[in-house]
């Protein structure tokens, strides 16, 4: 018993790096830019045989996308820097497969570049997604891809300023030989670690994000940002020794319903920091498509919820039109998407009230915050002072009716934003079980 209680506190004290934490508090909502040879084939995955001179943004204007990404509230963009058909919108040294060979300003432009720029100019931070999976070139399935992959991160680590975020995901299929590439992932990571320490990178397995396990914008019940290093094996900061219980956890996959509970953990080798992102595309497809419309603005509303306030990070796609702007009506619906952000949350309730604060046992508490009068209550917003460690396992949330919980839930994280529907003046929060004392930032009632 004594061994397991310990675990647990070992697992509540699990914590961010400096790089997520930062990118948790300060830009956890950011875009997604496809754009590539794709965009004028109409394809998702390209082949690689796609002729340059297909690619030609004759309107391109990456202020406009800025412009645009920031109406909605975010803070950074992630863009195709090159995608699975290998063509790369920089002037790379190393393939002849890139905008050289494309008709835009003929053959000068630089994308990266420009898209780079704009993002600086605008105030918001830059990333970008280097496809490891390559169907055109020609080194794909040999050991020599690695070394392109890494001159190519490099070109881009190192000449564009300031990087936020990298991408790579761990879409691995056959390159134009018919091979499959072994991935030098600890390679790649050594590089951005050296040239961009302070950009978080994103992975199936780690080792600062993790793929949430779905394209359709739902975070788990219970989303931990403390996983078993069995899942983030590319993240080697194990801040825990292994869980109590005998057994292994091989099979586990971001796909799961279950990844940081209890269940699974007891069973790990020991575990790391590692959140999860949602990557959601504001269309059916990650590329431009004409007859597409973009997700209503509930839909979208409802996954910055889910996402944002569900102890994950958001980053939503808007894809580029061959002319090389934004679709008006996605313009359109960012601009609502930041506004109804605005107003669902504007006045803080719980700004001045009363609040008074219990702690009843081992990890659990009670928070009761009385607001001068009745109001109607649609959101309450928890969020655990992440940086100690992610420790609250359950919740409920009381209104007026102290038999009858409005909001019960599992876990808290960075933020939970809890949607609830009731006239009260008294709102409380009681945490029935967290993994060592839990530290809850002042609620916030809209
Ligand atoms: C996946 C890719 O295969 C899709 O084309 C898209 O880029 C998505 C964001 O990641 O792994």
Known sequence: MKKLKEYIEQAGNVRPSERQLRKLHENPFY???????????????????????????????????????????????????????????????????????????????????????????????????????????????????????????????????????????GACGEGPNGKKQVYDYPGYIELIRKYQPGATIFNDHGPDIRWCGNESGSARYAEWAVVPKELCYLNDNVQTEAGPLE??????????????????????????????????????????????????????????????????????????????????????????????IKTEFSVNLAEGAKVTAKETGFGQAAIEIKLPEQKKISYIVLRERIGQGQRIESFKIFGNNPQRSIFDSSTVGNMKICKVNTVSDTVTVKITAARGEPLLAPVEIY
Not at 31 to 47: K, Q, R, V
Not at 102 to 117: C, L, M, Q, T, W
Request: hydrophobic fraction near 30%.
């Open 247 to 340: 057994g292994s956890l091989d099979v586990i996959y971001n796909t799961d319903t279950d990844i940081g509970s209890l269940e699974n953990i007891l069973y790990s080798k020991g575990l790391v920091f590692c959140p999860s992102e949602i990557d959601m595309s504001i269309r059916p497809g990650w590329f431009y498509h004409p007859n597409e419309e973009p997700h209503s603005l509930q839909r979208l509303f409802d996954t910055y919820l889910r996402s944002v306030g569900g102890n994950t990070t958001f980053n939503l796609n808007i894809p580029p039109m061959p002319n090389g702007r934004f679709d008006d009506r996605d313009v359109q619906r960012l601009k609502e998407l930041g506004e109804k």
């Open 31 to 169: 875009a997604f830019i496809h754009f590539s040879p794709n965009t004028y084939t109409g394809l998702e995955w390209g082949t690689g045989k796609e002729d340059p001179a297909i690619f030609n943004p004759t309107e391109l204007d990456c202020d406009q996308w800025v412009e645009a990404i920031k109406s909605a509230g975010m803070t950074g963009a992630v863009i195709t820097a090159k995608h699975h058909d290998g063509f790369c919108l920089w002037q790379t040294k190393y393939t002849e497969h890139c905008i050289r060979n494309s008709p835009y300003k003929n053959g000068n432009g630089d994308i990266v570049r420009e898209f780079a720029d704009a993002c600086r100019r605008g105030g918001i931070k830059f990333g970008f997604y280097l496809s490891p999976w390559d169907r055109n070139s020609k080194y794909y399935g040999t050991s020599e891809y690695n070394d392109y992959y890494k001159n190519q991160l490099t070109e881009l680590l190192t000449g564009y300023g300031e990087v936020f975020h990298v991408w790579f995901d």
